[in-house]
């Protein structure tokens, strides 16, 4: 086990089982993404993420992959369930340089201490979407 694998562990995976996940823990962030892009992929008003170190990151099961753009331009591979179709990772080239894989948040075993501490493309929001006092706000990225 190296560093970056020791210590507490967090797992996770897709509604049908055919996907998990184990993750170092506690995250390198915890946040909210509001571009159009997540809300279609979530199908809903934003998409719930957490980023861990990619080399603590051990997963099972098959994961389809489909490039998505993105409304900075750069490409994002969103890896999902090929079975249930449930989002799971997310690698972006600028996490992926810093060494990070993006999680849907909502595919973790236990989310109870989660608390988002930043939201992104907060100008694409919902109107209906509340923002909470001091999370740091970002309209893009």
């Given at each position: 086990?190296?560093?970056?694998?020791?210590?507490?562990r967090?797992?996770?995976?897709?509604?049908?089982?055919?996907?998990?996940?184990?993750?170092?823990?506690?995250?390198?962030?915890?946040?909210?993404?509001?571009?159009?892009?997540?809300q279609?992929?979530?199908?809903?008003?934003?998409s719930?993420?957490?980023?861990?170190?990619?080399?603590?990151?051990?997963?099972?099961?098959?994961?389809?992959?489909?490039?998505?753009?993105?409304?900075?331009?750069?490409?994002?591979?969103?890896?999902?369930?090929?079975?249930?179709?449930?989002?799971?990772?997310?690698e972006?080239?600028?996490?992926?340089?810093?060494?990070?894989?993006?999680?849907?948040?909502?595919?973790?075993?236990?989310?109870?201490?989660?608390?988002?501490?930043?939201?992104?493309?907060?100008?694409?929001?919902?109107?209906?979407?509340?923002?909470?006092?001091?999370?740091?706000?970002?309209?893009?990225?």
């Amino acid at each position: 086990m190296t560093e970056a694998t020791a210590g507490e562990r967090r797992q996770g995976g897709c509604l049908c089982g055919a996907v998990r996940y184990e993750t170092a823990w506690p995250p390198l962030l915890t946040g909210v993404c509001h571009c159009r892009h997540c809300q279609k992929q979530a199908g809903t008003a934003f998409s719930a993420l957490i980023a861990v170190p990619f080399a603590a990151l051990e997963r099972t099961g098959e994961l389809t992959v489909y490039e998505d753009g993105s409304e900075s331009g750069n490409p994002v591979l969103r890896k999902f369930c090929g079975k249930c179709g449930s989002p799971v990772f997310s690698e972006t080239p600028g996490g992926m340089a810093q060494g990070m894989i993006f999680i849907k948040a909502g595919t973790l075993d236990d989310t109870s201490d989660l608390e988002p501490t930043v939201h992104f493309w907060t100008s694409s929001k919902q109107n209906w979407v509340t923002l909470p006092e001091g999370a740091a706000l970002l309209e893009k990225q």
